[in-house]
Nanobody, 121 residues
Framework: QVQLVESGGGLVQAGGSLRLSCAAS????????MGWYRQAPGKQRELVAV???????NYEDSVKGRFTISRDNAKNTVTLQMNSLKPEDTAVYYC???????????????WGQGTQVTVSS
């Protein structure tokens, strides 16, 4: 079994920073892309940032220059450093990873349970 567990969410004032972390655990064979998504009330879930196994990154336009995604392949973790936070960043943030379990040939998408980020004015 594979699990993704997020941590680091919370309440912060506009202009502040938060660091989200996600750890994958279980019978992991290999991990391809890892990323962060977010969903605000009444809105679709959207990609915030993604990082490939080789370290290539992509960001949603509104967070470029403010957020940084990174990963530690040895520890099976992905991190999202969030700086200069704005009230519109308020959402539930979800960790996502494409993981192949050791007993399977194919990769599957796994999701964390979500962590709340609230940015006050």
């Amino acid at each position: 079994q594979v699990q993704l567990v997020e941590s680091g969410g919370g309440l912060v004032q506009a202009g502040g920073s938060l660091r989200l972390s996600c750890a994958a655990s279980g019978s992991i064979g290999s991990i391809n892309a890892m990323g962060w998504y977010r969903q605000a009330p009444g809105k679709q879930r959207e990609l915030v940032a993604v990082i490939t196994n080789g370290g290539r990154t992509n960001y949603e336009d509104s967070v470029k220059g403010r957020f940084t995604i990174s990963r530690d392949n040895a520890k099976n973790t992905v991190t999202l450093q969030m700086n200069s936070l704005k009230p519109e960043d308020t959402a539930v943030y979800y960790c996502n990873a494409q993981i192949r379990e050791i007993r399977y040939f194919t990769y599957r998408d796994y999701w964390g349970q979500g962590t709340q980020v609230t940015v006050s004015s």
